[in-house]
C-alpha cells in the first residue's frame, strides 16, 4: 500500500498465513474508501463492480486479470478488519497534538 508503511506492522498481525487466503487488510481499507467515495451501498456490489471497473482494480493495485473478490469472503475478511484496533492508530510521538486553526488561518 503506498504511503501506508507505518501500517504494515498491524497489517501483519491480522493476515492470517494459515487456512483459506484472506483478503489483504490494505485492500481492503482501500475498498472501503472506493465504497463511500463512489456511494456503493454493499460488498456484494462492489465486489460485482470490481469485475469490471478498471479504476478500482488500479486503485487496489490488481492485475486487469485478477478474479474480483468473492463477496461472502470480501464481507467477512471486512468484518475482521473493523474489529480490530485500525480505527485507533495514534499519532507520532515527534508529531504533537493537533491543533484547531482560527478562523483566520493564521496561528
Given at each position: 500500500?503506498?504511503g501506508?508503511?507505518?501500517?504494515?506492522p498491524?497489517?501483519?498481525?491480522?493476515?492470517?498465513?494459515?487456512?483459506?487466503?484472506?483478503?489483504?487488510p490494505?485492500?481492503?481499507?482501500?475498498?472501503?474508501?472506493?465504497?463511500?467515495?463512489?456511494?456503493?451501498p454493499s460488498?456484494?456490489r462492489?465486489?460485482?463492480?470490481l469485475?469490471y471497473?478498471?479504476?478500482?482494480?488500479?486503485?487496489?493495485?490488481?492485475?486487469?486479470?485478477?478474479?474480483?473478490?468473492?463477496?461472502?469472503t470480501?464481507?467477512?475478511n471486512?468484518e475482521?478488519l473493523?474489529?480490530?484496533?485500525?480505527?485507533?492508530?495514534?499519532?507520532?510521538?515527534?508529531?504533537?497534538?493537533?491543533r484547531?486553526?482560527?478562523?483566520?488561518?493564521?496561528?
Amino acid at each position: 500500500m503506498r504511503g501506508g508503511s507505518e501500517l504494515s506492522p498491524l497489517f501483519e498481525q491480522i493476515y492470517s498465513r494459515i487456512g483459506r487466503p484472506s483478503i489483504p487488510p490494505e485492500h481492503l481499507l482501500k475498498a472501503q474508501l472506493l465504497m463511500a467515495l463512489f456511494s456503493i451501498p454493499s460488498a456484494r456490489r462492489f465486489c460485482d463492480q470490481l469485475q469490471y471497473n478498471m479504476l478500482f482494480k488500479w486503485f487496489l493495485d490488481l492485475n486487469v486479470d485478477d478474479q474480483p473478490f468473492h463477496a461472502s469472503t470480501f464481507s467477512k475478511n471486512q468484518e475482521r478488519l473493523l474489529t480490530q484496533d485500525v480505527a485507533s492508530i495514534r499519532r507520532p510521538a515527534g508529531l504533537g497534538p493537533l491543533r484547531m486553526m482560527p478562523k483566520g488561518g493564521k496561528s
